[in-house]
């Protein structure tokens, strides 16, 4: 099973490096982060703010938009080129085919994580600025938030076409930047029957703010061990159930 | 022994922007035996994918019952000895051919150096030893066609299923298939196919069904079926007048030769006197026996009838 496993994940790897799209968006994010230097420039006293904050929202922006038009496709794509007919007749459950496939993508993701934070860190270091824990933690949530999303993207990609995958997934994308303020609402609220549907929406949405710990690290705050332990096993628990919901919408799907 | 049995399978698929559903297997019941090549033949459209869909586990019958090796449907145990190659085989394009192999070998948990020699063998076996490192993307039809049937090989699988496996072929390609389909049997495996090329299935085939309209026409061995019965005689002679034989009503000609179908051996003696008798030579007496295609448009044209709406009185103007 495991063999079974890696070797769909591998594929799916591979296919990821091979297509032009990595490439393009890799380029982008590079660009972005080094047009921070230059937008510094602008804001006399504050250039390593700049530099930190705008690198940061780009490595989280443009590996949001890999995980999306990567993922939107992992599973649709094998059906319609017909690539899966051949994988699903060997002795490979639905199952693990759905978990082989998002930890191609999450391997994917971690490699194009860990070198757009390498040309990151290089560019604050070469700003002057020193390299705090937290600027590494921040990274790392980044990874933990495209691990959603890209768990959100397969659940639509077991059952729509891409383009109806892609404006989904990033629909769940933004609203799971703004559930974080559903909590405040609840509070407010007067009628128990709407803060309970509120309250219901909030734990059934991803609240993806979480993972942005970007002020806090631009302004030097602190940020606990334990948070970050919070957001892994929160990252880890919703992805779990995210990937059970596509396997069971993909486990009795007719392939035509 | 039947490795594989079809009982009163159903299954119907949604079409259309309303996902009307329409039946495409209506109660299809089927078996195969070990060690044999069954043809599963059809016209297009008949079913014959769907139902190998069902078998493999792709699509989930609506009703009726798919045995594979003993065991009730596709299940993991059954699928590790099964090899198939889909109709119109496409396969990552991102892939070199024998990257793929490995991949799909990998998926039968095999590793290391054993796999790496098994990719090699069958790179062999089906002509592309020296395209292994091409990417699957520049493989011609052909190509992709005997890679498909190396990957279907990967696990020697005691049941290989072939869909429509000559399709879209040229001459040579359709021959290196049938040759590779010929050397799985001798390896011991049984092949199910599908196909609608007829000269192909009765040049390989133990056994075939006939699958029209979603219902199985007949099974039955392929020798039974068109048997030794001649259906005519399809005799010729040359060096006569247009009119020398008069009774016998020609059926063409070609050059200087006369055709003429005869129905029995008395008949085809009588003939043959009586070319002699008015000075002309025999050219040819060959018998004709029913083909598998004579076979299978008698039996699409029996379904189109049978389907026909029934015109009644009313219905006339």
């Not at chain 1, 038009?69 to 899966?84: A, Q």
């Not at chain 1, 628990?237 to 919901?245: C, H, P």
């Not at chain 2, 005869?262 to 003939?271: K, Q, S």
Request: glycine share 8%; hydrophobic share 50%.
């Amino acid at each position: 099973m495991i063999g079974a496993a890696y070797a769909i994940a591998l594929n799916t790897f591979r296919e990821a490096v091979r297509d032009r799209i990595l490439a393009v968006f890799f380029l982008f994010a590079i660009l972005m982060m080094a047009s921070s230097t230059i937008l510094s420039w602008l804001t006399v006293g504050s250039e390593l703010k700049i530099v930190t904050d705008v690198g940061l929202a780009a490595e989280a922006f443009f590996a949001t938009l890999i995980a999306i038009f990567v993922g939107i496709n992992l599973v649709y794509k094998e059906v319609e080129k017909r690539t899966i007919y051949a994988v699903l007749a060997k002795p490979v459950p639905r199952w693990l085919f759905i978990v082989g496939k998002y930890f191609g993508l999450m391997a994917v993701l971690s490699v194009v994580i860990t070198l757009m934070s390498i040309f990151y860190l290089g560019l604050v270091w070469w700003k002057g600025g020193v390299l705090p824990l937290h600027l590494v933690g921040a990274l790392m949530l980044s990874l933990f938030e495209v691990s959603i999303v890209t768990a959100v993207a397969i659940v639509f990609s077991s059952f729509t076409p891409p383009i109806e995958a892609a404006i989904l997934t990033a629909g769940v994308w933004a609203i799971g930047h703004l559930t974080w303020g559903l909590t405040g609402l609840i509070e407010r609220i007067p009628s128990a029957t709407a803060g309970t549907v509120i309250g219901l929406i909030y734990y059934v949405l991803p609240d993806l703010q979480t993972f942005n710990i970007r002020a806090q690290v631009v302004h030097e705050l602190p940020v606990s061990a334990s948070y970050y332990v919070d957001a892994f096993v929160y990252a880890a628990a919703y992805t779990a159930a995210m990937l059970t919901v596509a396997v069971l919408i993909f486990r009795r799907r007719d392939l035509k | 022994m039947s490795i594989l049995r079809f009982h009163n399978v159903e299954k119907s698929l949604p079409f259309g922007f309303w996902l009307r559903k329409r039946e495409i297997l209506k109660g299809v019941s089927l078996s195969v035996e070990q060690g044999e090549i069954y043809g599963f033949l059809g016209p297009n459209g008949a079913g014959k994918t769907t139902a190998i869909k069902c078998l493999l586990g792709l699509l989930y019958p609506d009703a009726g019952e798919i045995e594979l090796f003993g065991e009730s449907g596709p299940t993991l145990a059954a699928r590790r000895r099964l090899g198939y190659l889909p109709e119109r085989p496409y396969f990552y394009p991102h892939l070199k051919g024998r990257e793929l192999l490995e991949y799909f070998g990998r998926l039968f948990g095999m590793r290391g150096a054993a796999l790496r020699k098994k990719c090699d063998d069958l790179l062999g076996l089906v002509g592309l030893p020296d395209d292994g490192e091409k990417l699957t993307g520049q493989y011609s039809k052909g190509m992709l066609q005997r890679l498909g049937v190396a990957q279907a090989l990967i696990n020697d699988p005691d049941l290989v299923i072939l869909d429509e496996p000559m399709s879209g072929l040229d001459p040579i390609g359709r021959r290196e298939v049938k040759g590779l389909i010929e050397s799985v049997k001798e390896r011991g495996a049984t092949v199910f196919f599908s196909s609608h090329i007829l000269s192909d299935a009765e040049a390989l085939c133990d056994r075939v069904c006939l699958l029209v309209d979603g219902r199985l026409r007949m099974e039955a061995p392929l020798d039974d079926l068109l048997g030794e019965r001649v259906e005519y005689w399809e005799v010729a002679c040359e060096g006569l007048a247009v009119d020398a034989l008069s009774g016998y009503q020609r059926h063409a000609v070609q050059g200087g030769l006369s055709f003429y179908r005869l129905a029995d051996e008395p008949e085809v003696d009588r003939w043959v006197d009586a070319v002699r008798q008015a000075g002309g030579r025999v050219y040819r007496v060959a018998p004709q026996r029913m083909t598998l295609e004579d076979y299978f448009v008698a039996a699409v044209q029996a379904e189109g009838e049978a389907d026909a709406p029934e015109t009644t009185a009313s219905d006339t103007p």
